[in-house]
């Protein structure tokens, strides 16, 4: 994939190839990092309880990423790490105009 898109699948898919997890396990990763994700910004925000770890907004997007990176390799996982990139942006696109059209509704 080009330079413009966040997610490289062709890295993906070899690194997926490579870390032997299956499909289960990598499903309790992406909870696991959504966790983290949720730890950071009650840390930014200073939420009871969470101050002390002190996060910033580079740990919230360091954790935003982790999960991207997670859910990518499930993508790859399902399609054998076979992925047809161009079917990938086809739905990608089509939940973002679900997205848009319920914003539009408000």
Known sequence: ???????????????????????????????????????????SINACGCGYKDKSKHDITEECLDVIIVASSIISQNYENEVDVELIKKIYNKKLEKWKEKCSQR
Request: proline letters at 0%; aromatic letters at 2%.
């Open 1 to 43: 994939m080009n330079n413009k898109t966040l997610v490289n699948f062709e890295e993906i898919q070899k690194l997926t190839e490579i870390d032997k997890k299956t499909i289960e396990q990598r499903a309790l990763k992406l909870t696991e990092e959504t966790g983290e994700v949720a730890q950071a910004i009650l840390s």
